[in-house]
Every structure is written in structure tokens, then in C-alpha cells.
């Protein structure tokens, strides 16, 4: 199992409305590079959802259940989509203050490439987080 990121802005797309939708598509990325992380994504992966803009905090954990497929939202038929659903929120949002200052989270892709959507998480990342989230790793 790998582990990722996903940003979104809470007023475009929140973690209650991925609870509430369930099971959702990924759509609307056109970064290549967020677009071939996206296409490395494997059923079963697990991402932490990440509010960005104003909030800059992880909320929850959602899981992918579709892989890379063609995004009908790009014209250009050059960027795909995965769909995920909803895990679990975390107990306590981490946010990117917390991570930053964090000694074993200084190189995680978030904090060196902060503009990117879409973004792999290491499994030591992935564990220091959901501690500091306070949920099962």
C-alpha cells in the first residue's frame, strides 16, 4: 500500500462533503506531476484529505476505489481522475504549522513542493501524522 495527500479548497470540495458523498472522483487536477501521482495510485491506497487556502490542516483520510481514468472535466483529454471514499476523520487536524515544525516531517513533499495537489507521503510520514491526528496509522 502506498500513501498520498490530496488538497482541496473546503469551499470547492470539503471532507463533510466527501463523507457525504461517499465514494467520489478526484477530478480537476492539471498539474502533470500531480496527474502522474495520481496515475502511480492503487486500489487500497490510502491519502490524507487536505484542507488548503485559509484552513492548511489535514481532516481526514479517504481511500482510492478507482484508479486512474480519463477526467471528462479536461478538454485537452490529457489528465485523469482516481475516485476515493471516506475513511475516517481524524481525531485532531493536523495542521501545516504542526507539520512544519515537525523534525520528522521537514522533508515531506507538502512542506518542499507546497503548491502541488497531489503528493506521495512516505509510510514513516504516514504513521508520524496519524499519531499526531490521533488515529490508527
Not at 501521482?37 to 482510492?64: L, P, Q, T
Request: hydrophobic share 40%; with cysteine.
Amino acid at each position: 500500500m502506498a500513501y498520498w495527500l490530496l488538497k482541496s479548497e473546503p469551499s470547492c470540495w470539503s471532507w463533510d462533503d466527501q463523507v457525504r458523498e461517499g465514494v467520489s472522483e478526484w477530478d480537476g487536477v492539471r498539474n502533470h506531476q500531480a496527474n502522474n501521482n495520481m496515475k502511480s495510485m492503487k486500489r487500497g491506497d490510502r491519502c490524507f484529505f487536505y484542507h488548503s487556502v485559509n484552513a492548511k490542516e489535514i481532516v481526514g483520510v479517504v481511500e482510492v476505489v478507482k484508479e486512474h481514468y480519463p477526467d471528462p472535466t479536461d478538454a485537452s483529454g490529457r489528465f485523469g481522475m482516481v475516485d476515493v471514499k471516506a475513511v475516517v476523520p481524524t481525531a485532531q487536524p493536523v495542521s501545516l504549522k504542526q507539520i512544519k515544525q515537525d523534525p520528522l516531517l521537514q522533508d515531506m513533499q507538502l512542506v518542499r513542493q507546497s503548491r502541488l495537489s497531489v503528493s506521495p507521503v512516505t509510510a514513516a510520514e504516514w504513521r508520524r501524522i496519524c499519531t499526531l491526528a490521533g488515529i490508527a496509522a
